[in-house]
């Protein structure tokens, strides 16, 4: 079975400052692995995600993730990060299906809270 | 299209009542999943279609919980003799192969 860890619970950064948010993974294969937001009172965003190839992904609002097939570890990253970061992050992994993702597990989710 | 929406956003419920939510995907999405979330903790995968066909269910899927996609379009969620362990957020969402899912913005449930 598939299961994903965030080992931060909380982290708390200036704004402008730089952020690493850590996902660890426990898969079998190689997995399809997700960073996805979320806001207080609003849904899920997708902010990017790793199929297959180059391994650090780009996504959007400037984040970007590396995929560590040696470590089992995906984690996300900004350069600055903006007061509007303040949300849950959540990591999540899933298995290869027929082109795509089965039901994907998610981690428990990192609150990041944004310092002025 | 603006996004998977689900209906109804909110729904207050007593104990041992039915309950069915409904979900509209992405058109052009094939993929659509349900999840579950209470708070302070991630999503819950419960189940996945593809079209019309059901293709996975978590053990979280009591005998209780049924999941339909007639059609491959929308898709409904029913939880018979709710209890309070029900109460949580319900969400939606909608991918097609190859790429990652789209969610929609839940359906809270409250068991009173």
């Known amino acids: 079975a598939q299961s994903v860890t965030q080992p931060d619970i909380h982290i708390t950064v200036s704004e402008g400052a730089s952020l690493e948010l850590r996902c660890n993974y426990s898969y079998g294969a190689t997995p399809y692995l997700f960073w996805y937001v979320q806001s207080p009172g609003q849904g899920l965003q997708l902010l990017l995600k790793?199929?297959?190839?180059?391994?650090l992904v780009q996504g959007i609002k400037g984040f970007e993730a590396e995929f560590k097939r040696s470590q089992s570890s995906f984690n996300l990253r900004k350069p600055s990060v903006h007061w509007s970061d303040a949300a849950e992050y959540f990591c999540?992994?899933?298995?290869?299906?027929?082109?795509?993702?089965?039901?994907?597990?998610f981690g428990k989710g990192t609150h990041l809270i944004i310092q002025p | 299209d603006t996004g998977v929406s689900q209906d109804p956003r909110h729904k207050i419920t007593k104990r041992g009542q039915n309950v069915t939510f409904r979900c509209d995907p992405i058109?052009?999405?094939?993929?659509l999943y349900w999840y579950r979330q209470t708070l302070g903790q991630g999503p819950e995968f419960l189940t996945y279609f593809q079209n019309e066909a059901q293709l996975e269910k978590s053990r979280l899927l009591s005998d209780r919980f049924s999941a339909e996609r007639p059609k491959g379009s929308f898709s409904t969620l029913e939880i018979q003799r709710t209890e309070q362990g029900d109460s949580a957020m319900y969400l939606c969402a909608s991918s097609p192969l190859g790429q990652g899912a789209i969610f929609g913005p839940g359906t809270r449930l409250t068991v009173l």
């Open positions: 058109s052009e999405h094939n993929r």
């Open positions: 999540a992994v899933g298995a290869r299906s027929g082109g795509g993702a089965d039901g994907l597990t």
């Open positions: 790793y199929f297959s190839g180059d391994t």
